[in-house]
C-alpha cells in the first residue's frame, strides 16, 4: 500500500459528522437505525469483554490462517469471513460469541428496531483482515436465503419490506483512519439500484467509513445496506465478530451450531432466540476454506 493512499485517508476517511450513540439512546438508535440503515452505538462491551472478545479473535483467526498458509482468504486476499471459513457457518462453539447473544446493553435496541423480542440468532460468526488487505467490492449481505426470496407476482422484493435481518458487528480494537474500518452507504437499505463495482464506486463511498470509533462499540446494520471492507494499513490484525438477528416474521432452517454446554450460559431470553441453533449431538467444528470460490463469499 502506498504512502499516498495512507495520507489520503488519514486526511479524509470517514462519514463526517458521524453519530455515534450509547445504549441507553434507544429511540434514537431506532431513528438512526431506519433512517440510515445502520446505527453506531459505543459501550456496549466493557473493556474487560473487549478484551476477551479480542483474544478469542486471535485464537480463531490463527485457526483459520493456519488452513491458508498463502493467505488468498475468502473475502479476498488477507481478508477472511469466520463464517465463510467455519464448517458449521458459525463460531457459537466459542464462548466469546455466545457472549455476544444476549447482551444486556445491545437486546433493548434490537427489540425496539424489530417492535418485538421474538427473534431468533442465525449465527454468530463475523470477519476479519490482515494488514496488507485491499478495497472489498461493496456489497449487501442477502447472498444466502434472502436471495430466494420472491413474490410470485413480482410486486414486492426483498429492498420493500421491512429489516428482515440486522447484523450486529463488534469492535474488538478501534476503528482507526486506517486499520480497515468498515464502509457502508447511508440509506441504500431500500435501494434497487445496481450497487456499483470497485471500478465504478465514487470516492466519496470509498472514504463514507465508520470511524474513529472505539473498541467495544456495535456497528448495528440492516443487512441489506451497503458495505465492504477498505484496506488494512496497520500493523495488526483487524476483528469484527458479529451476531445476526433474524425479524421475529423469517423463519429459516439454521445449520445446528451451538453445543448444549454453550446455550446453558445463556440467558432465558438467549436460550429462546437460539433455539433454531442448539443441539444435544456432538458437533464437528473448525475451518476450511473450500467454500472461497462460490455464492457463499457475498456474505
Ligand atoms: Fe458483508
Redesign the pocket.
Known sequence: MSERLRQHLEANNGIPNLEILVPEQVDEAVRLFYRDGFVMVRDILTSEQVKFLRVGCERESEAVLAVDADNIGNRGRLRYSYGGASITNSVLHREEWVMLVDLPTLLPIITAIFGSPDYHIRRCAGDFCLPGCDYQPL?A?IGEGFAQYKDPRGLVGLRDLPCPAIVANFLAQDFTLTNGPTRIIPGTHHSKVTIPSLEDEPEWMRLSTVCPVPAGTAMIRDLRTW??GTPNLSKDMRAIPNAIFLAPWVYEPQKRSMPREMFDLLSEQGQRMCEWVVTNEPIETGYSLRYRGKEKV??
Open positions: 456489497h449481505d458495505h465492504g457475498t456474505m
